[in-house]
Nanobody
Framework: VQLQASGGGLVQPGGSLSLSCAASGSIFRIEVMGWYRQAPGKQRELVAVITRDGSTNYAESVKGRFTISRDNAKNTVFLQMNSLKPEDTAIYYC??????????????WGKGTQVTVSS
């Protein structure tokens, strides 16, 4: 599975950004799609995940500010980030857990996109 993320960049505190990530390859079905982030000197952490049927889970630190969604037909996941804070600064990684057409499972990561929140 290949993951192509877009979005990110530099934004002032309180601002908004949106990320998207499109999956391609020999995919039968993507069960879970999500976003993780890693700040300098810290471990990678979960931001938000969404199942195929739309169930979501968010990190406490982003609840009420971030919204994850997906388009199953396009194998794409989105992350709308509002009320951004400097502590949201990190590299954001897209992740998918998929069933491939050969019935193998695949846990895949995108290359990461930088989000910087600074005045």
């Amino acid at each position: 599975v290949q993951l192509q993320a877009s979005g990110g960049g530099l934004v002032q505190p309180g601002g908004s950004l949106s990320l998207s990530c499109a999956a391609s390859g020999s995919i039968f079905r993507i069960e879970v799609m999500g976003w993780y982030r890693q700040a300098p000197g810290k471990q990678r952490e979960l931001v938000a995940v969404i199942t195929r049927d739309g169930s979501t889970n968010y990190a406490e630190s982003v609840k009420g500010r971030f919204t994850i969604s997906r388009d199953n037909a396009k194998n794409t996941v989105f992350l709308q980030m509002n009320s951004l804070k400097p502590e949201d600064t990190a590299i954001y990684y897209c992740n998918t857990r998929a069933i491939l057409r050969d019935w193998h499972n695949a846990d895949s990561w995108g290359k990461g996109t930088q989000v910087t929140v600074s005045s």
